[in-house]
């Protein structure tokens, strides 16, 4: 004997003991959760809703991430290139000169090597900050963008990454 399908409470009130029964599935005509008296609009609004929502799930499981895998968040070369050059000033650059310094000034000191860091297996600058790459402050203006970092080089996001990573690397 085939269960019997319920609408809702009120069905299953209706049911005999013991009797078997299942849940209606969604149409266009019942949509669960819908009640008495709604409307023909409503519950055909509900049920396009329905299947809206069922077809995007669909395709979100069915489509295929393609290409390189992202990096997680701040380990792009554009943030440790902002986390070395914002080391770098909370070190040596005072704070009443913060402000007036230039992306461009600060590039060129990390080229120089004039800047001693150690900071995530980068031994020299020449890794993070090569004198032939033009995009090298579009690079740094991203990361300063991720990472938070204002105009006078104060970020939060820094402070937690700096204090969080010496707890990873031992």
């Known amino acids: 004997m085939s269960k019997k399908r319920v609408r809702g409470l009120f069905d299953i009130v209706g049911l005999a003991d013991g009797e078997e029964w299942e849940l209606e599935p969604n149409s266009e005509d019942f949509v669960?959760?819908?009640?008495?008296?709604?409307t023909e609009d409503a519950t055909r609004w509900?049920?396009?809703g329905f299947c809206l929502e069922v077809g995007q799930s669909i395709r979100k499981i069915a489509a295929k991430n393609s290409g390189r895998p992202r990096k997680e968040a701040y380990q792009s070369y554009d943030c440790l290139r902002a986390l070395v050059i914002w080391e770098h000033v909370q070190r040596y650059i005072p704070k009443e000169l913060r402000s007036g310094i230039t992306?461009?000034?600060?590039?060129?000191?990390?080229?120089?090597?004039e800047a001693a860091y150690s900071l995530g297996g980068v031994r020299?600058?020449?890794?993070?900050?090569?004198k032939a790459s033009a995009t090298i402050e579009t690079s740094l203006s991203r990361g300063r963008k991720e990472l938070k970092i204002d105009e006078n080089w104060e970020s939060e996001v820094c402070e937690k990454l700096?204090?969080?990573?010496?707890q990873t690397t031992e």
């Open 103 to 113: 992306n461009r000034a600060l590039i060129k000191i990390m080229q120089d090597g």
């Open 32 to 38: 669960f959760g819908m009640g008495m008296g709604a």
């Open 46 to 48: 509900a049920y396009k």
């Open 162 to 166: 700096i204090e969080s990573y010496p």
């Open 124 to 130: 020299n600058s020449s890794e993070l900050f090569p």
